[in-house]
């Protein structure tokens, strides 16, 4: 039985155009026996395109950037700082990011706000939040929970603004591959609103449930690990 899939059917799996899903597995040095044009992958490679590409969905009156921008946003409750943050959680250029975001406030779908905030210092930052209170917005949010960035998007380790959280931690735990697990179990028990926020964007599904295995959680934190393994779509 034949368990390839066409270049085309992946292209359409991820909401995006052929000769993209092309150049990406040519970058990725997938071997092309069918042919250009005729492209023939296994499961593993459609799961590294997708790694590389992200999941699009297409929203009837949006450009897929917006879509992918106010995906960003939606998953940070904290707010983003700038454009270029957008566009680093989305896996899109700054510009591309810029023209988004300002569409979508002349829309109502994302806010601004300014803020405080520590780090080494504190700054006066303006910060970028999904508007969830828009009565656009609810018709909108499955579509954008089942948006997934490239996972390039997504950072390796804990950052630094983090660290305080993992005093006690060797330097190799930190690493979201290694240590995710180890990770996911000191947010759900720091509860810390930054962490959470990070975690909820960067650990996989199955790190939040094994946290949740963890002794001693109260029931409502365990089930918020269970929610944010559902939420994950890793």
């Known amino acids: 039985m034949d368990t390839t899939l066409s270049a085309s059917d992946i292209a359409r799996e991820l909401g995006t155009s052929l000769p993209r899903v092309i150049r990406a597995a040519q970058r990725l040095r997938f071997d092309d026996r069918a042919g ?3 492209l023939r992958l296994s499961p593993e490679q459609r799961d590294r395109l997708r790694d590389e590409l992200g999941k699009s969905v297409p929203v009837p009156g949006y450009s897929q950037i917006e879509v992918a921008a106010l995906a960003a946003l939606s998953r940070a409750p904290l707010g983003l700082p700038s454009a270029r943050a957008v566009a680093r959680r989305a896996g899109m250029s700054p510009t591309a990011a810029s023209r988004a975001v300002a569409s979508l406030r002349e829309r109502g779908l994302v806010r601004q706000e300014q803020r405080d905030i520590v780090a080494g210092r504190t700054r006066h930052v303006v910060m970028l939040y999904a508007n969830w209170r828009h009565p656009a917005y609810a018709s909108l949010s499955q579509q954008v929970r089942r948006v997934e960035p490239p996972a390039s998007s997504r950072d390796a380790r804990v950052p630094a603004r983090l660290t305080h959280l993992f005093w006690n931690t060797k330097p190799d735990q930190l690493e979201v591959q290694r240590g995710g697990p180890y990770i996911a179990r000191r947010l759900l028990r720091t509860l810390d609103p930054a962490g959470l926020s990070w975690g909820a964007e960067n650990l996989r599904s199955e790190d939040w449930r094994e ?10 934190v365990r089930a918020l690990a269970e929610n944010l393994a559902a939420g994950s779509g890793r």
Do not use: I, Q
């Open 36 to 38: 250009r044009g005729h």
């Open 211 to 220: 946290a949740a295995k963890a002794r001693g959680l109260a029931p409502s």
